[in-house]
């Protein structure tokens, strides 16, 4: 089976020493470090990455990014194994054509706030609730659905009001017909044990909230946060599903590994949902590289969404024909196991669509 991106520990090590000169090991590995850390401007990249005209140009300009900028200082050593514009970078830093709104793109692509039913809790299914913990997010993904909600770009206050956990929790109380929870966000894993912890035993005390699901990228860009006391804490609310993150198999290190492994010993299943990006992933042999290794670390493939139509991300989405074709060239090349569900996300809401049949000859 396929190995793991290589970013191991001499090269990570390498990587601290020079870029983060007076960051001990310790500090590397605390994930609290690694979030106060983040680069979050064009001249704290600037000191690390050589960056591409293009790079400098959108860097230097954040009243146009759709997001703000935040990457790791473990991401940042991926980065600098790439050159400019290479495709972890186009998922993390800003591209000056985030200022274009295309044809048919929303600010809410997928109209969670006309189906908002509490503050931070939006009902996407007659039985399924979509729990928004958090704005923050370990690093912004330019491409993300909810741009809306995410704090404003040059700081200040959130595009959207802060999250309300108490009041979801009491709606979710009286309804007992919502039988499944997704905490998202954001992303639900930057925030502290203890305010996860709380938040997951509310839920799981629901009786009638069987399926408690996360949804996160933390294992792909700050998988420090994989701590054993998380592991525990998750452990003592199963059931519980995590909906993992990865993209791109440069992703996929061996401290994700670890992270993905702590995971799966705390006894949780692991799904993977991925975003077919233009240039970045929307060919063969990187999706194959992708779902080939995820499944070797135990994660199953799930989900392949085809971009939402979401303000200014019309340089990131690929095409539901390239996704059908890279779909259709993998079965009979992979274990069925590594073809995900090709999906679509109607403007508005709805519900999603299936774009491909799925798993085809590639046996299991
Ligand atoms: S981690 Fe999720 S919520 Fe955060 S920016 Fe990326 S896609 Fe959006």
Redesign the pocket.
């Known amino acids: 089976m396929s190995s793991l991106s290589t970013f191991d520990a001499a090269q990570e090590r390498a990587f601290r020493r020079r870029a983060f000169p007076s960051a001990t090991a310790a500090d590397w590995a605390d994930w609290r470090w690694q979030l106060r850390h983040r680069i979050r401007s064009g001249r704290g990249l600037e000191r690390v990455l050589e960056l591409s005209a293009d790079e400098r140009r959108a860097l230097a300009a954040p009243d146009t990014w759709r ?1 703000p900028l935040a990457v790791t200082p473990y991401m940042l050593g991926l980065l600098s194994r790439e050159t400019p514009g290479g495709p972890l970078r186009r998922t993390l830093l800003p591209d000056v054509r985030e200022a274009r709104t295309g044809k048919g793109e929303r600010r809410d692509p997928l109209g969670e706030e006309a189906h908002q039913v509490a503050p931070g809790l939006v009902r996407s299914y007659p039985h399924k609730a979509l729990l928004l913990a958090t704005a923050d ?1 370990a ?3 330019r491409y ?3 741009a809306r909600t ?1 704090p404003a770009p040059l700081g200040g206050r959130p595009g959207a009001a802060p999250p309300d956990s108490g009041r979801a929790l009491a709606w979710l109380r009286r309804h007992p017909e919502v039988r499944d929870v997704l905490v998202s ?3 639900p894993l930057v925030m502290s044990d203890a305010r996860l912890e709380h938040l997951l035993r509310a839920l799981r005390a629901i009786p009638h909230v069987d399926l408690i699901r996360i949804g996160t ?1 933390t294992p792909a860009v700050l998988p420090q946060r994989i701590t054993p006391a998380l592991a525990r804490l998750f452990r003592s609310v199963r059931p519980l599903w995590l909906s993992l ?1 990865f993209t791109h198999p440069s992703e996929l290190t061996p401290r994700a590994a670890e992270a993905c492994g702590r995971l799966l010993d705390a006894g949780l299943p692991l799904m993977n949902q991925t975003v077919l990006l233009r240039g970045i992933n929307d060919d063969v042999e990187t999706m194959r590289r992708l779902n080939e290794r995820l499944l070797h670390l135990g994660v199953k493939p799930y989900y392949l969404h085809q971009g939402d139509l979401a303000a200014g991300t019309g340089h990131l989405r690929s095409t539901v024909a390239r996704g059908r074709a890279i779909l259709r060239a993998l079965c009979g090349q992979v274990s069925g196991y590594a073809i995900p569900h090709f999906m679509f996300d109607p403007p508005g809401g709805g519900g999603k669509r299936h774009l491909f049949p799925g798993g085809g000859r590639g046996g299991d």
């Open positions: 997001m997010c690093g912004f993904c993300c659905t909810r995410a966000g954001g992303d990228k993150h």
